[in-house]
């Protein structure tokens, strides 16, 4: 509408009580709610205080495991486009590579490595999703990779990708796409773009409740406390090690050979090992390494580095958000990082906020409501990070304990409906719709016991059809494609 | 089935599985209504293809609850699906299409509002329209939430157009369903199932036997001695829940200390006025009364709580505000506000009143009738019984009645009304603590808890805590740091461009003619 066009109310004076935020902790979680609050509510005056007078030389925590790369998932993309931050700064600053999705090895007990990507995997067929569909035609004896209907696989495969444009009504307007970045570089340029905005550097102050005096809401980012259950002395903390049981993370970066460097896949890698796991996230012009494992049974390669590994303490407090104070990151959660969660998890928290920051200091209503929606996201990320370390094919001791572990009844319950009939039980919170848990689920060997019987009313013929058009149609899109390196050359040019 | 041949000549079904693996392959559906035969349709469309006979036993003499006759958008969905014509079906059902819902009575005597299918207003600068009016309320602003809708504005005229597919144009901020004679629906998807197979019969059944070992219900025996065997058996036999709860003793949950009307009266009286595309529910002294307008007569009801109010007294106080002559003789209906434990137990799926009961003060039973359908499609067991099919459909079913429910509440609760014993308790009564919550949410910060399953989304909840006298204490931020000035300007502006576009629209009377939907006078029975 024209009389509603964008900027409507720009010009327009802006009253109400200054609001005073202070933030402590000034790792990649700080800086991202500093920068995304100065953006969206610019009345507000925010100040960031450093947890510790040497905290810029400390590995930065503020997330959980300080990974040398972090993952936006396609609607993280949205948030930061929603706030004003550009793509291909990301991309320019950060060492910017597209994301499609990850590679898995050694998940399922047999079979090669499965591809789960982002977005869609093929198309329905009338009221029959996709993956029934397949379903029935793995009961009809047909060998299907589900990967070879999904459009992000096929661009993962052949190394080509571009973010497709907007006007474009081909196959490839369906093409979701994440972006892995370099940490570091990230919280600078989140830093520099707050400080532009306003945002002031305060001084460092260790226990963020001695904020309270001066400001209206405090922000806690200082990352995981120590044990969650006595975490600054709250009651009702969860401790998550019975199901995320690792306990250290190694993490490295180095430059890939060669000039120029060869262009980064659009995919990330995670090898289940005998004793953890090992993950692989690729930017321009380096690869970044993590290895998880447990304390006590660390792989033989590195004891000779366990003093250098990070703690990994999962776990999440009773309530993010206590009085004036709301914990943000892993100060209110950690899961292991075998999802690739740590970074989206920040994210939504400060979205959350900014949808439900206080008009007042009385902010009781504003708090229910960001804890019960930080908790269904939660629950959800929870869910899928166990079932991907509790359920998988893999070998190895630590392995087969998880397996035999019992697990929450929600849980347990999305595993068991899966697999008795290929349904997805989705909740309020979810990170991820439909496809997102059915890839995971193939990745880790797990199958409908027994196609729906909708998909089975469908001819062979007709499935076979199907499929032909789907990938008729996604391998010529994809054969239109640029390859991956020319394009973020393009965007850095 | 007729396509099942067909399936089998071209190769069969050899992924089907053999024994416990193979769906089951006789479905018996116990019951004609609403339920009954939208539940046979359904499977009849969406099994053809699959080895299963569909039956379908009702019973003359006992015959349907006959009300029931408006609904929400979703049915256009339902409709589709079947392959349905528009106006075919409207004109063989007496239809009229319907935007919305008018409260009248509800958070005050003399109050209006329209609950309409579709947004208020649009959000400015990424803050939600309703945060932006309540704002502008509370700087003196003196327009409803409703004069920024074009759906209430076209029903406030009795105007009514299909919605525009390009969602650029404010003509697309709508949606709509439609209200109509229920036994001519029934009728007409009995046609649509017969010809796709269903085996229609007819009589009462007296005897149900269940296997001695697994509790399932094996065959039903009817009064004249024939016996009707099956596998998967659906309950659509009303309130009674023959199956569900006579023979499987499923249990009840009771929840009529929230929604304490349990009985109601029922009479049709003639047409008068222009034809209006809107239900109208108006409060009384211990329930509410419902007008719905189809093309041929008014449908009207008046529902009740017999703590209050007898039958006569209700029965009279409807009849003496009709807006036409009546034309039957009032009808009585008792019912308890509820669900039953498990919808789905053993082999027998409730759809329909057998399942539970919402009184129709959102015209949302048609719409559990049809999410029945449409999870028991998606979980249509196998011959193994898998428990966890049975598990998801209750789950999902569970949260959808209880969202419901909570959204009836509302109704009720919001409330200024003290002048009735009746008004007293529904306005003092402790709610679902679901509910408390959210209605904290909204009053102290226009905060719109919102869920992923669960038929009425958030312009729903803010129609009526706007309608019913909640304006948020505080909005979001950015919505407080609007001027005055700007904020009267811009609504004032939108105000008009709603009004202006609402009465470009016909008249609904003259749009049913347009599209040949309106009703076949020559034969009413026609329905074939
Ligand atoms: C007052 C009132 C107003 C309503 N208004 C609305 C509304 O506006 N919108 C809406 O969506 N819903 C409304 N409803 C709900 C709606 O009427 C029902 O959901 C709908 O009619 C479905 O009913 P049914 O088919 O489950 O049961 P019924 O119509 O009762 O059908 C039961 C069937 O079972 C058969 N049967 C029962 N016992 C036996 C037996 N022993 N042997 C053989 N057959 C048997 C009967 O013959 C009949 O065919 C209203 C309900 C009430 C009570």
């Known amino acids: 509408m024209a009389a509603f066009g964008s900027g409507a109310f720009g010009a327009l004076p802006r009253s109400g009580p200054a609001e005073r935020v202070a933030i402590s902790g000034g790792g990649l979680c700080g800086w991202l709610a500093a920068c995304l609050l100065a953006r969206h509510l610019p009345h507000l005056r925010i100040v960031v205080h450093p947890a510790s007078a040497d905290e810029e030389t400390r590995p930065d925590r503020s997330l959980g495991v300080p990974l040398a790369a972090e993952v936006l998932l396609p609607g993280d993309l949205e948030h930061i486009a929603a706030a004003g931050l550009r793509g291909g700064d990301l991309i320019r600053h950060c060492r910017g590579s597209f994301m499609l999705g990850t590679a898995l090895t050694g998940w399922r007990a047999a079979g090669g490595p499965a591809f789960v990507p982002f977005g869609e995997i093929g198309a329905p067929l009338g009221p029959v999703p996709f993956h029934q569909i397949v379903a029935a035609a793995r009961a009809r004896g047909h060998d299907v990779n589900m990967a070879n209907y999904a459009l992000g696989a096929l661009c993962a495969q052949t190394g080509r990708f571009a973010p497709p444009r907007s006007d474009d009504a081909s196959v490839l307007s369906t093409l979701s796409f994440g972006l892995a970045v370099e940490s570091d570089a990230l919280r600078r340029l989140l830093r520099d773009d707050a400080l532009a905005h306003g945002v002031q550097h305060g001084e460092a102050v260790a226990d963020p409740a001695s904020l309270c005096a001066a400001a209206d809401l405090v922000i806690d980012a200082r990352g995981a406390p120590e044990a969650w259950s006595e975490n600054g002395g709250e009651q009702g903390g969860e401790d998550w090690s019975a199901l995320m049981p690792f306990d250290r993370a190694l993490v490295a970066k180095r430059a890939e050979p060669g000039t120029p460097p060869p262009p980064p896949p659009p995919y990330a890698h995670l090898s289940a090992l005998a004793e953890g796991w090992q993950g692989f996230v690729p930017l321009a012009g380096a690869m970044t390494e993590t290895l998880v494992f447990a304390a006590a049974a660390p792989p033989a390669e590195v004891t000779g580095a366990l003093p250098e590994a990070h703690r990994l303490a999962p776990g999440r407090s009773a309530a993010a958000w206590q009085g004036a104070i709301v914990r943000m990151g892993a100060a209110a959660q950690q899961h292991d990082p075998v999802a690739g969660l740590q970074l989206h998890l920040a994210l939504a928290d400060v979205v959350r906020l900014i949808a439900l920051f206080p008009a007042n200091a009385d902010c009781a209503v504003e708090a229910a409501e960001y804890n019960r929606q930080w908790r269904e996201r939660s629950d959800c990320a929870f869910d899928y990070t166990v079932l991907r370390l509790a359920r998988n094919g893999a070998k190895g001791a630590v392995w087969d304990r998880l397996r035999a572990a019992a697990l929450p009844h929600r849980t347990a319950y999305r595993h068991d409906l899966y697999a008795a009939n290929g349904r997805i039980a989705l909740h309020d919170g979810e990170v991820f719709e439909t496809p997102g848990w059915v890839m995971q689920f193939e990745a880790l060997g797990i199958r409908p016991r027994r196609p729906d019987a909708l998909a089975m009313t469908v001819p062979d013929m007709a499935i076979t059809a199907h499929f032909e058009a789907i990938r008729k149609a996604m391998l010529a899109g994809v054969a239109k494609l640029p390859p991956h390196g020319a394009v973020l050359a393009e965007v850095c040019a | ?528």
């Open chain 2, 1 to 528: 089935m007729a396509n099942s041949a067909l399936a089998a000549a071209e190769g069969g079904h050899p992924g089907a599985g053999e024994g416990a693996q193979a769906p089951v392959g006789s479905v018996v559906i116990v019951g004609g209504g609403t339920a009954g035969w939208m539940t046979a349709a359904a499977l009849a469309n969406r099994l053809a293809g699959l080895p299963v006979t569909i039956t379908l036993v009702e019973s003359d003499e006992i015959g349907t609850v006959g009300v029931g006759e408006a609904t929400v958008p979703h049915i256009r969905f339902f409709n589709a699906r079947l392959g349905i014509d528009e106006a075919d079906f409207m004109r063989r059902t007496n239809a009229t299409f319907k935007l919305g819902i008018e409260f009248v009575n509800w958070g005050r005597k003399g109050d209006s509002y329209i609950h309409p299918f579709g947004a208020h207003g649009e959000p400015i600068e990424g803050v939600a329209f309703h945060h932006i009016w309540a704002r502008y309320r509370r700087a003196g602003g003196t327009e409803p939430i409703e004069a920024f809708s074009l759906p209430v504005l076209a029903a406030r005229e009795n105007r009514f157009a299909h919605p525009a597919p390009d969602p650029a144009s404010l003509l697309s901020t709508y949606s709509y369903a439609y209200q109509f004679d229920a036994a001519l629906y029934a009728a007409y998807l009995r046609s649509y199932a017969e010809k796709r197979g269903v085996r229609r019969i007819e009589g009462r059944v007296i005897a149900v036997d269940q296997d001695g070992e697994s509790g399932q219900v094996r065959r039903l025996t009817l009064d004249d001695g024939r016996e009707i065997g099956g596998e998967l058996f659906v309950d659509c036999s009303g309130f009674r829940g023959l199956l569900i709860e006579q023979t499987l003793k499923t249990g009840y949950a009771d929840w009529s200390h929230w929604l304490p009307c349990n009985r109601a009266v029922a009479v049709p009286c003639a047409s008068a006025g222009p034809l209006s595309p809107y239900t109208r529910a108006t409060a009384l002294d211990a329930g509410w009364q419902w007008r719905i307008p189809l093309q041929h007569r008014t449908g009207n009801g008046h529902v009740y709580c017999s703590s209050y109010i007898s039958d006569e007294a209700a029965a009279e106080t409807l009849l003496a505000r009709l807006d036409g002559a009546p034309q039957a003789e009032p009808r009585f209906l008792r019912f308890l506000t509820g669900k039953r434990h498990r919808q789905w137990n053993r082999n027998v799926v409730a759809i329909g009143l057998s399942a539970g009961f919402l009184e129709p003060l959102e015209s949302t039973s048609i719409h559990l009738i049809q999410l029945g359908i449409g999870f028991l499609m998606d979980l249509f067991p196998t011959r193994e019984w898998d428990p966890m099919l049975a598990r998801e459909y209750n789950r999902l079913m569970d949260l959808e009645y209880e969202r419901v429910r909570d959204f009836l509440i509302l109704h009720y609760h919001a409330t200024e009304r003290a002048d009735t014993p009746f008004w007293n308790y529904v306005r003092t009564m402790r709610v679902p603590d679901s509910l408390a919550e959210r209605m904290t949410a909204f009053r102290e910060r226009g905060i719109v808890v919102n869920y992923r399953d669960g038929m009425f989304l958030d312009a729903s909840w803010v129609a009526v805590y706007a309608g019913q006298g909640i304006v948020p204490r505080r909005s979001d931020p950015r919505a407080e740091g609007l001027s005055d000035a700007g904020l009267f300007i811009k609504l004032a502006s939108l105000r008009e461009d709603y009004a202006r576009m609402a009465g470009e629209l016909p008249q609904q009377a003259r749009f049913l003619e347009m599209i040949g939907a309106r009703m076949d006078m020559r034969a009413p029975e026609g329905v074939a």
